[in-house]
């Protein structure tokens, strides 16, 4: 089981940066896969960016691939999601989240763990 806390959201104007983290507690952290997913207001989650165990493989959807990067070092239990060329649209909860699912997946169904989220605002 792991335990997930996600920071660094905020208030930004479009074209500006922010850097969110995830500290992840708990067994095992390197055996978790991990996605960050977004939700805005009356709109359903939406997946944002995915990294392997080993931190080698990444994956984005085109809305964000080119201007967020996922990363992660797991000798400190983190995650992290760097996200460039902030818009508008950007704006939503974001959610940090585990799998110990074997296949690469954009699913949050497939996400057994989930973080509280943090608020992200882009202002144009």
């Known amino acids: 089981q792991v335990q997930l806390v996600e920071s660094g959201g905020g208030l930004v104007q479009a074209g500006g940066s922010l850097r969110l983290s995830c500290a992840a507690s708990g067994r095992a952290f390197i055996n978790y896969k991990m996605a960050w997913f977004r939700q805005a207001p009356g709109k359903e989650r939406e997946f944002v960016a995915y990294i392997r165990r080993n931190g080698v493989g990444t994956y984005y959807p085109d809305s964000v691939k080119g201007r967020f990067t996922i990363s992660r070092d797991n000798a400190r239990n983190m995650v992290y999601l760097q996200m460039n060329s902030l818009k508008p649209e950007d704006t939503a909860i974001y959610y940090c989240?585990?799998?110990?699912?074997?296949?690469?997946?954009?699913?949050?169904?497939?996400?057994?763990?989930w973080g509280q989220g943090t608020q992200v605002t882009v202002s144009s």
């Open positions: 989240a585990a799998t110990g699912a074997d296949s690469v997946t954009i699913v949050a169904s497939a996400y057994g763990y």
